[in-house]
T-cell receptor
Framework: GAVVSQHPSWVICKSGTSVKIECRSL??????MFWYRQFPKQSLMLMAT?????????EQGVEKDKFLINHASLTLSTLTVTSAHPEDSSFYIC???????????????FGPGTRLTVT | GQNIDQPTEMTATEGAIVQINCTYQ??????LFWYQQHAGEAPTFLSY??LDGLEEKGRFSSFLSRSKGYSYLLLKELQMKDSASYLC??????????WGAGTKLIIKP
């Protein structure tokens, strides 16, 4: 149980275009979803936290108009990188917490990640 | 401020035991997590401690001392597949995970 999927697993796009990444909780209700970014050989960096049905809370330094997050249902959150630039190339990982396996847990279940390359 | 400290890199020998330490300072405390992350992959959950003491789970054990703001992950009978980064994360009063930079563990034959 507690499986999180991400789509696509990798994407290459041209500078100036927008890319949407989907994060789904497959077998539990994700009341909270987290979006992380990780550059090579660096630790996870939390970008934003979103609760179902409300606006995302962005970390300091993360542009909310550039990284649009939607958490419209208990099983789906999307991250849209608008007007992507080469410096946005990174590994984007979502995680989810909520009700799973008969109870509520604050443990974060991670998706497999999406590798974004902007050329 | 909030801070998680863990060593950047450690090296150990196949079959041996290694202990990865983590110290934390967070606003409130709702538990300490350890995750394993292989290169190019997302983190996977290893352990969660919220009470003092040692939690054993197969070859991996995790220890917590809340009074000292200290945890360690103990890996026994090391295997080559254990080569990965190990991330320590403390959950603060807002139930948000504060992540360490990770410890890269290199296993040598």
């Amino acid at each position: 149980g507690a499986v999180v999927s991400q789509h696509p697993s990798w994407v290459i796009c041209k500078s100036g275009t927008s890319v949407k990444i989907e994060c789904r909780s497959l077998d539990f209700q994700a009341t909270t979803m987290f979006w992380y970014r990780q550059f090579p050989k660096q630790s996870l960096m939390l970008m934003a936290t979103s609760n179902e049905g409300s606006k995302a809370t962005y970390e300091q330094g993360v542009e909310k108009d550039k990284f649009l997050i939607n958490h419209a249902s208990l099983t789906l959150s999307t991250l849209t990188v608008t007007s992507a630039h080469p410096e946005d190339s990174s590994f984007y990982i979502c995680s989810a917490s909520g009700s799973a396996q008969g109870g509520f847990s604050y443990e974060q279940y991670f998706g497999p990640g999406t590798r974004l390359t902007v050329t | 401020g909030q801070n998680i400290d863990q060593p950047t890199e450690m090296t150990a020998t196949e079959g041996a035991i290694v202990q990865i330490n983590c110290t934390y300072q967070t606003s409130g405390f709702n538990g300490l997590f350890w995750y394993q992350q292989h290169a190019g992959e997302a983190p996977t959950f290893l352990s969660y401690n919220v009470l003092d003491g040692l939690e054993e789970k197969g070859r991996f054990s995790s220890f917590l001392s809340r009074s000292k703001g200290y945890s360690y992950l103990l890996l026994k009978e090391l295997q080559m597949k254990d080569s990965a980064s190990y991330l320590c994360a403390s959950m603060d009063s807002n139930y948000q995970l504060i992540w360490g930079a990770g410890t890269k563990l290199i296993i040598k034959p």
